[in-house]
Each structure stands twice: as structure tokens, then as C-alpha cells.
């Protein structure tokens, strides 16, 4: 009879065992999101002090309110969340409000900070993204304002117990964050359908000055004793054919042919 001191033993042991089973793909799929996350929202590389920009990434545009950021000479960022369709900065948003109704009764300040909400439409960069196992979370950096730059972490929350796939991952960060369209890339596919198009007009151009530099085809002559056929072959059919005993008219729009005995006879 197996004790239960060894039955729970060996219960361990299979879930140890099928931890480690799982481990493996879980970390392929982080991989894999990762990549995909950091192709999407391309890492920008900052100054050891935070101070400027050595290599610029993406340009982020925020799709939501109240994302809170602390400047970056503030020991470490404020960590907001995205769980639910909503943006909240939890405790540090406390911290915040507490600053600004000053000292409460019995307890000091707390330590002052200097703060910044930015709002839907501001702009920004992510200079780190982890991948988590209940969440992904960018680490984003501002532009100089007034002189500060800011910076915070932005933790986007699986749902509890759930493991979204990458493509759910990517459009709920998606519903926060959008990567502003390169304007050099713009401009220089403008510059290409421009070019193009000037091309084709210069094209066409060319073919008609080509067109008007040759000379005019003189229009062509009705000779004395010329057959049918051959007034037929120079100036076509006529639109109508009167005949007159051994003559025989060609009527044309402009003019009239007259043939006697099968050959030209007069012109008008």
C-alpha cells in the first residue's frame, strides 16, 4: 500500500515533470511574439542617463487617455495597466493625487515627483518590451517637454488564466498604441508616383512633338483617265454611286468623281 506522504511525492514529481513539458513551447511562443512585437513597435535606444536619443525607433501614438509618466530623473518609472479596454496607473496615480492635497494629517508628504498625464494623440517611444508570462509590458520615453523628458512602463494584462495568441496580443496593444506612418517613407513613395507621373507626361509629350514634326501627307490627287480602283484605293468608297447610261458618279462628302467608260472624266 502506498503511503500518502509517497502519493503526494509523487504527485509533485508529475507536475514538476509536466511544468518542465510545457516550459519549451511556452518560451517559443514568447520568442515569437517578442520578434513580432519589436518588428511592429521597433525599439528605440536612449543615453545611459536618459537624457537624449542615440537610435530612434518607432514614433508611438497614444489611442488612449491619462497614461501617467514620471520625469526621468525620478529613480524608477510608474507602471501602468491595460486589462479590460482600460488604461490605469493604480497605486502611482494615488501617489500622485496625494501630492497634489500636500501633507495629511499625521503622516508626512510624499516624496514629490514631478509627473505628466499624456492624453490620446500625444507621441512618444518604446525603448524595451517585455514579454511576460500574464502580460507584455512597453517601457515608453518622451521628447523634451519644458526640458523633461518622461518615461513609464505600460503593462498590457492577460486575461486571468488565458493565454492569448500573438495576433490577440498584438491588437490589444494595438487598441493603445499606434506607430506613426515613417513620413521619409512617404515622401519618397510621393516622390516616386510624381516621377512617374512626370515621366509618362514627358512620354507623351515627346510622341506628340514627334507627331508634329513630321510632315503633312499632301491630300491626294484625282488625275484625268485614272480607273475606279484606283480613285477608290486613294480616297475610298463613295457614299453613293449614280449612274447615267456610259456615266458613272462617285459621289464623296467634298467632291464629285465622273467616270466615262470605266476611267475619270471629270472632277468637281
Same mark, same amino acid.
Given at each position: 500500500?502506498?503511503?500518502?506522504?509517497?502519493?503526494?511525492?509523487?504527485?509533485?514529481?508529475?507536475?514538476?515533470?509536466?511544468?518542465?513539458?510545457?516550459?519549451?513551447?511556452?518560451?517559443?511562443?514568447?520568442?515569437?511574439?517578442?520578434?513580432?512585437?519589436?518588428?511592429?513597435?521597433?525599439?528605440?535606444?536612449?543615453?545611459?542617463?536618459?537624457?537624449?536619443?542615440?537610435?530612434?525607433?518607432?514614433?508611438?501614438?497614444?489611442?488612449?487617455?491619462?497614461?501617467?509618466?514620471?520625469?526621468?530623473?525620478?529613480?524608477? /518609472?510608474?507602471?501602468?495597466?491595460?486589462?479590460? @479596454?482600460?488604461?490605469?496607473?493604480?497605486?502611482?496615480?494615488?501617489?500622485?493625487?496625494?501630492?497634489?492635497?500636500?501633507?495629511?494629517?499625521?503622516?508626512?508628504? /510624499?516624496?514629490?515627483?514631478?509627473?505628466?498625464?499624456?492624453?490620446?494623440?500625444?507621441?512618444?517611444?518604446?525603448?524595451?518590451?517585455?514579454?511576460?508570462?500574464? @502580460?507584455?509590458?512597453?517601457?515608453?520615453?518622451?521628447?523634451?517637454?519644458?526640458?523633461?523628458?518622461?518615461?513609464?512602463?505600460?503593462?498590457?494584462?492577460?486575461?486571468? @488564466?488565458?493565454? /492569448?495568441?500573438?495576433? =490577440?496580443?498584438?491588437?490589444?496593444?494595438?487598441?493603445?498604441?499606434?506607430?506613426?506612418?515613417?513620413?521619409?517613407?512617404?515622401?519618397?513613395?510621393? @516622390?516616386?508616383? =510624381?516621377?512617374?507621373?512626370?515621366?509618362? !507626361?514627358?512620354?507623351?509629350? =515627346?510622341?506628340?512633338?514627334?507627331? !508634329?514634326?513630321?510632315?503633312?501627307?499632301?491630300?491626294?490627287?484625282?488625275?484625268?483617265?485614272?480607273?475606279?480602283?484606283?480613285?477608290?484605293?486613294?480616297?475610298?468608297? /463613295?457614299?453613293?454611286?449614280?449612274?447615267?447610261?456610259?456615266?458613272?458618279?462617285?459621289?464623296?462628302? !467634298?467632291?464629285?468623281?465622273?467616270?466615262?467608260?470605266?476611267?475619270?472624266?471629270?472632277?468637281?
Amino acid at each position: 500500500m502506498v503511503s500518502r506522504r509517497a502519493l503526494e511525492s509523487i504527485t509533485v514529481v508529475a507536475i514538476l515533470f509536466s511544468c518542465l513539458g510545457a516550459r519549451p513551447c511556452q518560451a517559443d511562443q514568447a520568442v515569437g511574439l517578442q520578434k513580432q512585437l519589436e518588428t511592429k513597435y521597433a525599439i528605440t535606444k536612449t543615453t545611459a542617463d536618459k537624457t537624449d536619443i542615440v537610435t530612434a525607433g518607432s514614433v508611438l501614438i497614444l489611442e488612449k487617455d491619462r497614461l501617467l509618466m514620471y520625469a526621468t530623473t525620478t529613480g524608477s /518609472p510608474p507602471q501602468n495597466t491595460y486589462k479590460d @479596454g482600460k488604461l490605469s496607473a493604480g497605486a502611482f496615480a494615488a501617489h500622485e493625487k496625494a501630492q497634489s492635497f500636500g501633507t495629511f494629517i499625521g503622516h508626512p508628504p /510624499p516624496k514629490t515627483v514631478t509627473t505628466r498625464y499624456y492624453v490620446t494623440g500625444e507621441k512618444f517611444w518604446v525603448t524595451r518590451i517585455d514579454t511576460l508570462a500574464d @502580460g507584455v509590458v512597453f517601457t515608453l520615453f518622451t521628447d523634451a517637454v519644458s526640458d523633461i523628458r518622461y518615461y513609464c512602463t505600460l503593462k498590457f494584462v492577460y486575461p486571468h @488564466g488565458a493565454t /492569448p495568441s500573438a495576433d =490577440q496580443v498584438l491588437n490589444m496593444v494595438g487598441e493603445v498604441l499606434k506607430v506613426q506612418q515613417d513620413d521619409s517613407a512617404a515622401a519618397d513613395n510621393k @516622390g516616386d508616383q =510624381q516621377q512617374a507621373a512626370g515621366g509618362q !507626361d514627358q512620354g507623351q509629350q =515627346q510622341q506628340a512633338a514627334q507627331q !508634329d514634326a513630321q510632315p503633312a501627307q499632301p491630300p491626294p490627287t484625282i488625275q484625268m483617265g485614272q480607273t475606279e480602283d484606283e480613285v477608290v484605293g486613294m480616297i475610298g468608297q /463613295p457614299e453613293k454611286k449614280i449612274v447615267l447610261g456610259s456615266k458613272e458618279i462617285f459621289v464623296y462628302k !467634298d467632291i464629285k468623281v465622273t467616270f466615262i467608260g470605266g476611267k475619270v472624266a471629270d472632277v468637281q
